[in-house]
T-cell receptor, first 110, second 117 residues
């Protein structure tokens, strides 16, 4: 079993829908990253969070340390949100050891 | 955007030849990483560095070596490339968490696509 599991693996939505991508981890962490990768493109950091919730525009990330679970929400989804979303857990006690989920491929249709 | 560049961006080489990928940063970040990304595997850590001349192995380090003689450069070398090393390689940098909860953000290079024939 992977230490970081994402669900769903693939997600198709209609423009305007509310999107939720989940990330569960089995190790102690000090922080969790959400990353975005467009097809053929580079990787961009969306959030790094260690507790609670963060919001950037239409994107919201939450984390529950006790339940070892994080979610990425996209409100009013748009075709330009189509990308792979990756969560990565920073191991507790480490400044640099990241464990990555395999990603969620999101397709938003107009 | 964080100042991080990778070179070359694309390379085709033959089995058995040496290959060096370069990651250059202008941010003075302490931590640098080399990952490879393959379908079905996601991102996997090859090597990382936590300071000049301080490096350590990641989960898929066999066949790879690294060097960091300056803060700004982190080199990844394939001593004798094999077809299994065909992949997209990403460099990333991070300040780490020592400076506070907002300083651990990751910045990625644009990727280097390596094909070993």
């Amino acid at each position: 079993k992977n230490e970081v599991e994402q669900s769903p693996q693939n997600l198709t939505a209609q423009e305007g829908e509310f999107i939720t991508i989940n990330c569960s981890y089995s190790v102690g962490i000090s922080a969790l990253h959400w990353l975005q990768q467009h097809p053929g493109g580079g990787i961009v950091s969306l959030f790094m969070l260690s507790s609670g919730k963060k919001k950037h525009g239409r994107l919201i990330a939450t984390i529950n340390i006790q339940e070892k679970h994080s979610s990425l929400h996209i409100t009013a989804s748009h075709p330009r949100d189509s990308a792979v979303y990756i969560c990565a857990a920073l191991r507790g006690g480490s400044n640099y050891k990241l464990t990555f989920g395999k990603g969620t491929l999101l397709t938003v249709n107009p | 955007d964080a100042g991080i560049t990778q070179s070359p961006r694309h390379k085709v080489t033959e089995t058995g030849t040496p290959v060096t990928l370069r990651c250059h940063q202008t941010e003075n970040h302490r931590y640098m990483y080399w990952y490879r990304q393959d379908p079905g595997h996601g991102l996997r850590l090859i090597h990382y560095s936590y300071g000049v001349k301080d490096t350590d192995k990641g989960e898929v380090s066999d066949g790879y070596s690294v060097s960091r003689s300056k803060t700004e450069d982190f080199l990844l070398t394939l001593e004798s490339a094999t077809s299994s090393q065909t992949s997209v390689y990403f460099c990333a940098i991070s300040l780490g968490l020592a400076g506070g909860p907002d300083t651990g953000e990751l910045f990625f290079g644009e990727g280097s696509r390596l094909t070993v024939l």
